[in-house]
């Protein structure tokens, strides 16, 4: 967490968009879930790192699914809350079921609740 560049994802982004993980290379990636984890533990891990960390630049990559979103606003509070270190450039982006990477633009839209009804009746 001392990189100039930190980068956190929903783990199921991993998975869909396997690019992603070779696009990072040597770099440290930051999985969670807010479904699959506590989200009051998944918050405070968040304002842990980013009290902590130095890094000028994080990206965000989280699935198309509205649970997903959570993270974006878990994000956005832990670095409103962390003690003035400087500037941090927050990157956010979606990754679609089909493996597309857009960037997220903090609402919820019609491919997001089909993805997610899909993900819950197991289609």
Same mark, same amino acid.
């Given at each position: 967490?001392?990189?100039?560049?930190?980068?956190?994802?929903?783990?199921?982004?991993?998975?869909?968009?396997?690019?992603?993980?070779?696009?990072?290379?040597?770099?440290?990636?930051?999985?969670?879930? +807010?479904?699959?984890?506590? +989200?009051?533990?998944?918050?405070?891990?968040?304002?842990?790192?980013?009290?902590?960390?130095?890094?000028?630049?994080?990206?965000?990559?989280?699935?198309?699914?509205?649970?997903?979103?959570?993270?974006?606003?878990?994000?956005?509070?832990?670095?409103?809350?962390?003690?003035?270190?400087?500037?941090?450039?927050?990157?956010?982006?979606?990754?679609?079921?089909?493996?597309?990477?857009? +960037?997220?633009?903090?609402?919820?839209?019609?491919?997001?609740?089909?993805?997610?009804?899909?993900?819950?009746?197991?289609?």
């Amino acid at each position: 967490m001392q990189d100039e560049k930190l980068t956190i994802a929903a783990d199921c982004a991993l998975l869909v968009h396997k690019d992603l993980v070779k696009r990072f290379g040597e770099e440290s990636i930051i999985i969670g879930c +807010p479904i699959l984890e506590d +989200p009051k533990r998944v918050f405070e891990k968040l304002k842990l790192i980013f009290r902590e960390c130095v890094a000028k630049t994080v990206d965000v990559y989280t699935m198309e699914v509205p649970c997903c979103h959570a993270i974006h606003m878990m994000i956005e509070k832990a670095e409103a809350e962390r003690d003035d270190k400087g500037d941090i450039e927050i990157r956010k982006y979606i990754v679609r079921v089909n493996g597309d990477v857009e +960037p997220y633009s903090g609402k919820v839209d019609d491919k997001m609740v089909e993805a997610e009804i899909k993900a819950h009746r197991g289609m």
